[in-house]
């Protein structure tokens, strides 16, 4: 079985592997760009596995004209940039000893070894230069039924990296078959080492989060999250209810803080350690949801994005469909303009300035924005 496409036959990909090659050691595609393309999905970063060391890496990249930046030098990760294409070459390696989060590896020359030691089969897919697959653990049979299932004995991946209880559950929201349940062998380690999530950062866990909530789909892995317990670990007082059905109302792209905001929960931005950005989203839809004005009035006071989301969430609550005119509404909103200005109100200065242009402001939004300027100075 071979895998094809664009991203194997770049001259700039295939140059990183005349580099390599020249060491007389083999080295092969791994990992998601394999994955994709057996599942004619999109292919965007390109791993690289091999059985040439960290330092000889850099020296035939460098030898070749290429530049290698050693990002994870210590895990034997060399990253290569050939024509502003970066790829991550990783030496094949075994774990030595591991504390849940970091390991001590030992490097190798045999692919067996280094399959054994990754997450999933699915992601134990090797393919050579000319895209020759080899599947060393059967992991192609597990991707074709959509299993996401663990190499080996399953506690004891977990137990490598806690951060693999979450990304079980992501790697099910993106690629598992939602009307066979999560495989029942990992959902059940899963549940038996939640409380080595502890010792994960936040900056992790918030990542994985948003990446599972970026799925098309993501309300079946986070309702085996919350059955397993491990929602309520990371996110105490999510409520998975919402979720769904803001999932059906949507269009377009999916957006993982209108998503997390439906889920609700405690100290959200601080347990995901969210950007700022994305920490003043939430809050938004938040607060948004707390209004309880017309849509337009929602638009005008939060803006188009926020009142879309927040609209979303609220009719999902309430098991509605969106209404026909609910992005007109919206537009309306958002574009009026409050017809007073300062300038108007040449008696008031200061405080009672503001306090009256507030009065006139909330007083027109009431009407719907129908009021005229003459209607609201005149009262």
Not at 255 to 275: K, M, Q, T, W, Y
Request: proline share 5%; glycine share 8%.
């Amino acid at each position: 079985m071979k895998v094809e496409g664009d991203w194997i036959s770049n001259p700039a990909t295939q140059r990183v592997f005349d580099a390599l090659d020249q060491t007389g050691l083999e080295s092969f595609f791994v990992g998601g760009c394999v994955r994709n393309a057996l599942l004619g999905q999109p292919v965007g970063d390109i791993d690289i596995a091999t059985g040439v060391t960290p330092d000889a890496v850099i020296s035939a990249a460098v030898a070749e004209g290429l530049r290698a930046i050693p990002t994870g030098y210590d895990h034997g990760t060399i990253t290569v940039v050939s024509d502003g294409i970066a790829h991550e070459v990783t030496t094949f390696r075994r774990d030595v000893t591991t504390d849940g989060r970091r390991a001590v590896v030992e490097y190798g020359t045999d692919i067996a070894q280094d399959a054994a030691r990754r997450d999933f089969t699915m992601n134990a897919l090797y393919a050579d230069r000319k895209g020759q697959i080899y599947d060393p653990l059967n992991g192609i049979e597990d991707l074709e039924s959509r299993r996401v299932r663990f190499i080996g004995d399953a506690n004891a991946r977990i137990q490598e990296d806690y951060l693999r209880i979450l990304r079980f559950f992501r790697f099910y929201a993106w690629y598992g078959d939602p009307t066979r349940g999560p495989d029942q062998d990992g959902l059940a380690a899963c549940t038996t080492n939640i409380a080595g999530l502890e010792s994960i950062s936040a900056e992790r866990i918030g990542a994985e989060i948003l990446k599972l909530l970026s799925a098309p789909d993501p309300a079946p892995a986070v309702g085996a999250m919350s059955q397993s317990g491990v929602l309520s670990a990371v996110l105490p007082g999510a409520d998975t209810a919402p979720l769904a059905p803001v999932v059906h109302l949507e269009t377009g792209k999916p957006n993982p803080i209108r998503r997390l905001a439906a889920l609700g929960g405690v100290d959200v931005s601080e347990r995901l350690r969210l950007s700022k950005a994305q920490a003043k989203q939430l809050s938004q839809i938040r607060k948004a949801l707390e209004e309880d004005v017309p849509k337009a009035a929602l638009a005008y006071k939060f803006g188009t994005s926020v009142a879309t989301d927040a609209a979303t969430i609220r009719f999902a609550m309430l098991g509605q469909e969106l209404p026909q005119n609910l992005h007109d509404e919206i537009h309306r909103g958002a574009n009026s303009v409050f017809p007073i200005k300062a300038a108007e109100l040449p008696e008031l200065s200061g405080p009672e300035l503001g306090i009256r242009l507030r009065e006139l402001e909330a007083r027109w939004v009431s009407s719907d924005f129908t009021l005229t300027k003459a209607q609201l100075l005149a009262g």
